[in-house]
């Protein structure tokens, strides 16, 4: 009996500490969102001393690893398959923005890109697309 009640504590904090480690990895990406877009509409619509510019800079990038940091530490708590998935994902995502940047340089030498379309800034955007459609593809590959 107690052999049982200590199996069933251990795998109550299990699911805590997975449900903890989801949920702060979401919050921190909401933290990195909320910084990273009022300090691209700063930086690209307001003027700035150098150092001032380089510290607004600076806190998406802090807040990007603060969440890169704790998304790493939730995948310890995943399962098998969801560790599959997100790996997926992230392959699939990396690959598409790779191909992207390849075919833009490709066309940079052509004279044909448009930075208008496919800037810096807008990379960020196809990542994030391109790792969400990994996420999708491989989800519904293992009914996670």
Not at 44 to 59: D, E, G, N
Not at 117 to 140: D, E, N, P, Q
Request: with cysteine; aromatic share 16%.
């Amino acid at each position: 009996m107690f052999t049982y009640l200590c199996i069933d504590k251990t795998m109550r904090d299990m699911e805590q500490s997975k449900k903890t480690a989801n949920l702060q990895s979401v919050v921190f990406a909401l933290i990195y969102g909320a910084t990273y877009l009022p300090a691209t509409l700063l930086l690209k619509h307001r003027t700035f001393s150098l150092p001032v510019s380089v510290i607004i800079a600076m806190v998406p990038i802090i807040t990007f690893a603060i969440f890169i940091f704790k998304l790493i530490k939730a995948f310890s708590v995943m399962d098998e398959v969801q560790q599959r998935v997100q790996l997926e994902a992230v392959v699939i995502g990396f690959s598409l923005t790779a191909m992207l940047i390849m075919f833009l340089f490709l066309l940079s030498l052509c004279n044909i890109s448009n930075p208008a379309w496919f800037g810096y800034a807008h990379l960020v955007g196809y990542c994030w697309l391109f790792y969400f459609i990994g996420w999708f593809v491989s989800r519904k590959k293992y009914g996670a």
